[in-house]
């Protein structure tokens, strides 16, 4: 079996395969204090809690925008499971020609998207991850990497007004039950969600008329559902994206 490993700046998304079958899947805190033996015996538990066995894994692949992190969960890797894993990254093949200034500043996360919404669902395709950034991917109608754009993801934006104005409180990320807000509570929480929206709405509208071949958008990030069911924009929701990439990377290298 085959052990995806997606690592962002604020989690970490492990799933486990079973050929193209996802047997679980788990989110942890990406956190760089971490020792390969703290996350070595956390990933023992969520198996042991999951009913599933370790020692059945057979690979693993990890995909990460967090370089020590990359370092810890090899050496993690390598002590508990006896299995030295594939990175994403110079000398893997992923099938996908970046069409960037530099290719290398391309995270591994928005190419294994890439891969996976290419292989999924054809192109061109825009694919937005919405993660502790929001980035937004053009994939051509070739399955060539365009570029994209990079925003602050919804958490960043709610954490800086939190903490830049003095008077406005932490809020619960929700949909208000309408945009004009009767306490201050309601009003961030409009502001924050509709805003949202109409950023994420009007960068994919933008970035749409830059294709010659109207694009399918692929949504995905722990954010991802909070913003799907509103946006006029967004086509098709796979939260497991990048993990089904990290699979596919995985068969094309073997």
Aim: with cysteine.
């Amino acid at each position: 079996m085959l052990l995806a490993i997606d690592v962002g700046n604020t989690n970490i998304v492990l799933g486990l395969y079973k050929n193209d079958e996802l047997l679980g899947h788990w989110r942890i805190e990406s956190d760089k204090s971490q020792t390969e033996d703290q996350y070595g015996v956390l990933i023992e538990n969520l198996f042991y809690h999951s009913h599933l066995e370790p020692n059945s894994i057979d690979n693993i692949i990890i995909s990460s925008v967090v370089p020590p992190l990359t370092q810890t969960l090899t050496r993690m890797s390598v002590k508990f499971m006896n299995i030295k894993p594939q990175t994403v990254g110079p000398g893997i093949r992923t099938g996908v020609n970046i069409q960037y200034d530099n290719p290398k500043e391309v995270g591994a996360d928005r190419i294994v998207n890439a891969v996976a919404g290419y292989e999924l669902y054809g192109a061109p395709l825009i694919i937005v991850d919405f993660g502790t950034a929001t980035t937004f991917c053009a994939i051509s109608r070739q399955g060539n990497y365009l570029g994209g754009a990079i925003a602050p993801g919804i958490s960043i934006s709610t954490n800086a007004l939190f903490e830049v104005a003095a008077k406005l409180p932490r809020v619960e990320l929700t949909k208000p039950e309408r945009v004009i807000g009767k306490d201050t509570i309601s009003s961030m929480q409009s502001g924050i969600f509709y805003g949202f929206i109409g950023q994420v709405d009007g960068i994919i509208k933008k970035m749409k008329k830059e294709f010659s071949r109207e694009p399918k958008v692929i949504a995905t990030g722990g954010m991802a559902q909070f913003i799907y069911r509103e946006s006029e924009t967004i086509d098709v929701l796979n939260t497991f994206l990048t993990l089904e990439g990290l699979r596919i990377i995985h068969e094309r290298n073997q």
